[in-house]
């Protein structure tokens, strides 16, 4: 089939990029030139694991072309929309106008008969709202197809999918012939764009447009709320004494409750999320549902209330000052194995100990080079052992896997002090305890330490107050 892909960010691109891989001829459309040209040379304009093999090989097929003129898109039977839809400026709203924009930008070069497929995640009404800019073409279909791919493992997730959901005018009911129970119109065409991914057997629903377009922000507001549930859980575990990396481990095993994204630490960010529990949330204002409305704030608000916990360890695990501090932040991108440094944790909590006045390094292994240039606060450092030189703490904020697997002997030949505040709670504590390192997590007893350690001298005289030493010993 030939397929055009409107908007190539990390959505867009891995998704042009997939539909080439199955033999599609794919053009991808941004108004970025720059990322144009970076995608047509075969290079993923970010750190996406796969993602430049897969544009290496539909460059060498030639099946997957890359434009800034919507105008190349004009042969193309399905149009997928994978522009951008962060948040208002102004409110918490979803911001619609690239879609518009996209939308205005295709009317003209529409073939016959084409259908028009969103993908981005959008608030109920959306389809209405494009419905009218492709109104001057009642031949076009008009569709949505939600994504739910996430970065670091977006290839994966676009190849083997959990389920395929279809919005489609009139919802399941109108989907198929009456006649024979073939699919037809929209449902009929992601078919045929999907057949490798049902041929193996993936899930696909078909819905209405207004179940389609809240589906997606239903399961990212239900992901936020178990992150928000554990840390606020965690912060409960903190006033208790419990440890809540081994209470989550318990709770976990049940089935019913499940492990994944009940991991206590300095909470989301990225492009999605957050925006998205917010969108979800004026949504619900909009349609007076207050339970979800009132939900989705509690959850925003736990949320966020992390980064200022992780702040305020900090500055406790500096003597109750962080001002002429030497910090390292082991971390800037919003989640690891990707560079996405959109509404990241770690930059926000690295940015506010430098205006308390530390002296911030911050360290990553992919998202240095976008980072530097929007922090002027913060010093950025490729290598890790550089940035740990003479820190008096040391801030994991973005779990890598090589920050997990960072040996706290080496790390302690290169500090000042051996203070180490795990905000993902990731370290194996112990270990980095045996190296004579004071360890803080968030609602983990990780910081249980003895009189003895302390009294070794390992720390450096005035390295801590006796108070946060005594605090952090209490724990
Ligand atoms: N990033 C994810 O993991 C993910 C997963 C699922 C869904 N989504 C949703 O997908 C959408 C896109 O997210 P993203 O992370 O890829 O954003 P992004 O900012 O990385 O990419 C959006 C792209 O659209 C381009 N664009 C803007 N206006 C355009 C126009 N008129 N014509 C052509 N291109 C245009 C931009 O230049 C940019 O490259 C959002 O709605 C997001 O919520 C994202």
Request: glycine share 10%; hydrophobic share 45%; aromatic share 6%.
């Amino acid at each position: 089939m030939k397929i055009s892909v409107i908007g190539c960010g990390y959505l867009g691109a891995v998704h042009a990029a997939t539909l080439a891989s199955m033999g599609h001829s794919v053009v991808g459309i941004d108004v970025d030139p720059g990322k144009v040209r970076q995608l047509a040379l075969g290079t993923a304009p970010f750190h996406e694991p796969g993602l430049d093999e897969l544009l290496q090989d539909g460059r060498t097929t030639g099946k997957l072309l890359f434009s800034t003129e919507p105008a190349d898109a004009k042969d193309a039977q399905v149009h997928f929309l994978c522009v951008g839809t962060p948040q208002e400026k102004t409110s918490d709203a979803a911001d619609l106008t690239f879609l518009v924009s996209a939308t205005e930008a295709m009317l003209p070069h529409l073939s016959a008969g084409a259908v028009v497929v969103g993908k981005s995640t959008v608030p109920v009404g959306t389809v209405d709202l494009l419905g009218a800019i492709l109104a001057p073409r009642p031949d076009v279909l008009l569709g949505w197809n939600p994504e739910f791919l996430r970065q670091g493992t977006a290839v994966k997730d676009s190849l083997v999918p959990d389920r395929l959901v279809y919005g489609v005018e009139g919802g399941r009911s109108a989907a198929f012939s009456p006649v024979t129970g073939s699919p037809v119109g929209v449902t009929a065409a992601l078919d045929a764009v999907y057949e490798p991914l049902l041929a193996a057997g993936i899930p696909r629903l078909v819905c209405s447009f207004a179940t389609a377009e809240l589906i997606k922000s239903a399961a990212n507001a239900y992901l936020a709320t178990k992150v928000s549930f554990i840390n606020a859980v965690a912060e409960l575990c903190d006033a208790a004494g419990a440890d809540v990396s081994e209470l989550s481990a318990a709770m976990g095993l049940d089935p019913r409750i499940g492990s994944r994204y009940l991991h206590a630490g300095l909470g989301f960010g990225g492009g999605c999320l957050p925006k998205d529990i917010r969108s979800f949330r004026t949504q619900a204002a909009t349609l007076g549902v207050s339970a979800v409305e009132d939900w989705m704030r509690l959850v925003d608000g736990v949320n966020l209330g992390q980064r200022d916990r992780t702040v305020r360890l900090a500055a406790e695990l500096c003597g109750g000052a962080l001002a002429g501090r030497s910090v390292t932040v082991l971390g800037a991108s919003f989640k690891p194995d990707t560079d996405d440094i959109r509404d990241s944790p770690a930059l926000d909590v690295a940015d506010r100990l430098a205006a308390a006045g530390a002296h911030v390094t911050v360290t990553d292994p992919k998202a240095v080079n976008l980072a530097w240039r929007r922090y002027p606060r913060l010093r950025f450092e490729a290598s890790t052992e550089k940035a740990l030189q003479d820190a008096e703490l040391v801030l994991l904020l973005t779990e890598w896997d090589e920050y997990r697997r960072l040996s706290p002997a080496l790390a302690g030949r290169l500090v000042r002090r051996r203070v180490v505040l795990d905000a993902r709670n990731v370290l194996d504590a112990e270990a980095w305890l045996e190296e004579g390192w004071v360890v803080r997590g968030l609602g983990t007893s990780a910081g249980t330490l003895s009189h003895d350690t302390l009294g070794t001298g390992t720390l450096g005289a005035g390295t801590l107050n006796a108070g946060t030493l005594n605090a952090a010993s209490a724990r």
